[in-house]
């Protein structure tokens, strides 16, 4: 009985996020209600409500998703390992970019989202951080530096490419990418750090 009830929550859990990407597709951020969005689910508002708080909380589900694919992707290596085969960094965004363009654009990339990304740029920021500290003998304030860096660079030069359409050859723009950071903070980390660490801090 419990995992009938269990696949019920997940079913009714993947109709709103369903709808609600498609609603995002084509209706501002503060234009989406939950009337509209329980209605397109096929569910009653109290049923949405079981689910999430409000709009906001329901994004906030998707920040905390990308947050935790992109950490998970850059703990399964050290950061000198990443820095070293940098493309190997981006596989995962584009992969999620790929999976539903239009909405992950929307959310990612437009300026009615900007809010949300900023709260995965500080939270994957504050992760990078301590993996940089991991692998180069600079202070925090240097690899805060460099995880900031990395992060508004690489959605700044993707928002680039995808909202200006002319051009979304993905292997293309991770290899652009690739090169704007490894060249971005490669003379920096020469500069300021002391090699490799030893040990964690």
């Known amino acids: 009985m419990e995992e009938k009830v269990d696949r019920r929550v997940i079913r009714t859990r993947k109709a709103i996020q369903k709808s609600f990407e498609e609603l995002a597709t084509t209706h501002d951020y503060h234009d989406i209600t939950i009337k509209e969005l329980a209605e397109k689910a096929n569910i009653n508002r109290k049923t949405f409500y079981l689910h999430f708080d409000s709009i906001e909380d329901l994004v906030n589900?998707?920040?905390?998703?990308?947050?935790?694919?992109?950490?998970?992707l850059f703990k399964q290596r050290s950061f000198k390992e990443n820095y070293e085969h940098p493309g190997q960094n981006l596989t995962e965004l584009i992969s999620l970019l790929q999976e539903s363009k239009d909405f992950w654009s929307r959310l990612l990339f437009s300026d009615e989202y900007s809010f949300f990304t900023r709260k995965i740029e500080r939270m994957v920021a504050k992760e990078m951080t301590q993996s940089i500290l991991a692998s180069f003998s600079i202070n925090?304030?240097?690899?805060?530096?460099?995880?900031?860096?990395?992060?508004?660079?690489?959605?700044?030069?993707?928002?680039?490419?995808?909202?200006?359409?002319?051009n979304t050859d993905y292997d293309q723009i991770q290899n652009k990418i690739s090169r704007l950071n490894t060249f971005g903070i490669s003379t920096f980390l020469d500069k300021f750090s002391s090699g490799p660490q030893i040990e964690n801090r």
Not at 61 to 72: A, I
Not at 142 to 162: E, G, H, M, P, V
């Open 140 to 166: 925090r304030d240097d690899a805060k530096l460099c995880a900031n860096f990395l992060i508004q660079n690489t959605l700044s030069t993707l928002r680039f490419f995808i909202n200006d359409q002319r």
């Open 61 to 72: 589900s998707y920040v905390n998703e990308v947050t935790q694919r992109l950490v998970s």
